[in-house]
């Protein structure tokens, strides 16, 4: 089938905390949603069947939990009915939002899935009511190729969005197409966590998610279209992930990802929207992971001496360090029950420092999540203390094998190349209760090869 994401530069309000009314929030809506109106039509040229925009595109960010109220619509979550807002707009007051999504969808001939505020109205025998008698939601919105809205979801897992309640139970929210079967729906910071995410996959067994999202990207191991392709390969599932585009906020990097293959966009440089459309298979079978080539054992004899770990904080977290020295060595690195090893083997010696991480504990900081990971990382200098630096761009080509002895199932493979481009994995996998990922020779230098786990039973 063939989809679309637009990674949108979105109109900011110039003061996200002053209090306005609510035309004044349309009008500013109204802009980032011309430019919708404009990328949906280009879309549906190019053959597009679905388009999916990003997180917080229509109003921006930064609100408080008044400021933001005028820019709210009001939408039924629980609705059982069908409901088509361009064909009904009388329905419910301040649905504008909705409606002119709606009416994009239905005359474009396009499933369209976006994010918006939505807001309702709760009675206070209800014990999660705010005291302000309703509920802020970060909504993802899906709308048919007719434009009646067949799915809502509410975000579940907030990023420091004061403005906005996390509703009373996860929704697990997905919509039918003719073209690909059903589509699963969750939004940003939602993709680190088991719910929704991980049990709406597994629960109904879907093989397509939407994905809209405002990530900040954060090197070396969780750049935006880094982490995408890694959970369109751990869970074999095609991802259309948007993102919003701010370079100065470190916001960019979105994709349409199948766990083979992806058509991404990252750009740090450059302002302005970019609309990706890609055709892509069905999934409708599990990908066999292979399984042919499996790791060698560090050999426990030999005279070797493996060289000294050091600290340095990586992620906010404090990773044990190998340094990776020479063309080729074996190396191994443990912390807590984890151990990581890696056999490598460099075509030319660069003048670049590298080394292998390895952290297994309770990561706390901008969200609260335990994490197993062995990284191999390009340090950001030549001294120890540049080991876990954010890098962009490396030439060393290395063959690797990497794995260790992860303690839980959940393992995102990453490998990030120079320039932040993404490369495949030759093989990977589960083999005698280690995970690994081999690789000869990567497309170009090698920034990040790492695998993330995560341990949802230890948050």
């Known amino acids: 089938y063939v989809a679309a994401v637009y990674e949108h530069e979105s109109i900011l309000s110039p003061n996200p905390t002053a209090l306005v009314d609510r035309r004044s929030a349309l009008d500013l809506m109204g802009k980032n949603l011309d430019i919708y109106e404009q990328q949906a039509v280009a879309a549906a040229r190019q053959g597009a069947q679905i388009i999916v925009f990003p997180e917080d595109g229509i109003h921006g960010f930064n609100f408080t939990r008044s400021s933001i109220y005028p820019y709210l619509d009001f939408v039924l979550h629980s609705h059982s009915g069908k409901w088509n807002p361009c064909r009904e707009p009388y329905l419910f007051n301040d649905t504008e939002v909705i409606q002119r999504l709606s009416c994009m969808a239905l005359k474009n001939k396009i499933f369209l899935v976006a994010n918006l505020g939505t807001k309702q109205p709760c009675e206070h025998t209800d014990p999660h009511c705010p005291p302000d008698g ?121 994709g349409i990802y199948t766990p083979v293959k992806s058509f991404i966009y990252h750009n740090m440089e450059s302002y302005g929207g970019k609309l990706i459309v890609a055709e892509i298979p069905v999934i409708t079978t599990d ?124 393992i995102f493979p990453l490998l990030l190349t120079s320039g932040i481009t993404l490369d495949f994995a030759d093989h990977m996998g589960w083999k005698n209760n280690h995970y690994f990922m081999s690789k000869n020779r990567t497309s170009s230098g090698l920034l990040t090869a790492a695998l993330y786990g995560r341990w949802y039973e230890k948050d």
Not at 220 to 248: C, D, G, M
Not at 328 to 346: F, M, S
């Open 134 to 254: 309703r509920y802020q939601f970060n909504t993802n919105v899906a709308f048919d190729d007719d434009g009646t809205l067949v799915a809502t979801y509410r975000k579940h897992n907030l990023y420091f969005e004061y403005a906005f309640d996390t509703p009373p139970e996860p929704d697990y929210k997905h919509f039918d197409t003719p073209f690909a079967g059903k589509f699963g729906m969750f939004t940003c910071f939602d993709i680190l966590f088991f719910e929704p995410a991980v049990n709406l996959i597994r629960q109904y067994n879907l093989k397509q998610i939407v994905y809209p999202t405002a990530w900040m990207n954060q090197l070396p191991l969780l750049s935006a279209v880094e982490f995408q392709q890694a959970f369109a390969t751990a869970f074999s599932v095609n991802i259309l992930a948007a993102n919003i585009h701010h370079p100065t906020l470190g916001m960019t990097g979105s």
């Open 287 to 410: 990908h066999e992971t292979n399984l042919e080539k499996t790791p060698g054992r560090v050999s426990e004899k030999g005279n070797e001496q493996l060289p000294p770990p050091f600290y340095a904080e990586m992620m906010y977290d404090n990773f044990t360090f190998v340094p990776v020295w020479g063309e080729k060595g074996q190396l191994r690195v443990c912390a807590n029950t984890l151990c990581c090893y890696l056999n490598y083997q460099r075509a030319v010696l660069t003048d670049e420092l590298y080394a292998l991480g390895v952290f297994d504990g309770l990561h706390t900081v901008h969200g609260t999540y335990y994490v197993q990971a062995c990284a191999l990382v390009k340090c950001g200098g030549l001294s120890f203390s540049t080991c876990g630096q954010e890098v962009t761009d490396a030439t060393a080509l290395i063959d690797f094998q990497l794995w260790g002895n992860m303690s839980t199932p959940y």
